[in-house]
């Protein structure tokens, strides 16, 4: 079993930048395809991008390519969210997800996940 732990979110204004990680322990990461999800109050939680096994394969919402990022350091066990040109919809709750896996695929959908992290709140201000 492999637990997550998400950090680095906070309070940020309209254009800015903010990076989030997402640090594994219990397993090694590089059996695990990673996702970040994020989930607005009210909101169903919902797919923002996605790495593969190795990092070479990512894959992002149509709502955040372009100003996300993400990447992951195997040997950290740590994967990365990296959130330029933030918007106030973009405010959320974002969780980070593992697949146990040993094909290099992105995964989109939220019950193909096995483990989740306890979320980091990220809130951009108008």
């Known amino acids: 079993q492999v637990q997550l732990v998400e950090s680095g979110g906070g309070l940020v204004q309209a254009g800015g930048s903010l990076s989030v990680s997402c640090v594994a322990s219990?397993?090694?990461?590089?059996?695990?395809?990673m996702g970040w999800f994020r989930q607005a109050p009210g909101k169903e939680r919902e797919f923002v991008g996605a790495i593969n096994l190795s990092g070479s394969t990512t894959y992002y919402a149509d709502s955040v390519k372009g100003r996300f990022t993400i990447s992951r350091d195997n040997a950290r066990n740590t994967v990365y969210l990296k959130m330029n040109s933030l918007k106030p919809e973009d405010t959320a709750v974002y969780y980070c997800a593992a697949k146990s896996t040993y094909v290099s695929d992105v995964h989109t959908k939220v019950n193909s996940y096995d483990y989740w992290g306890q979320g980091t709140q990220v809130t951009v201000s108008s």
């Open positions: 219990g397993r090694t990461l590089n059996r695990y395809a």
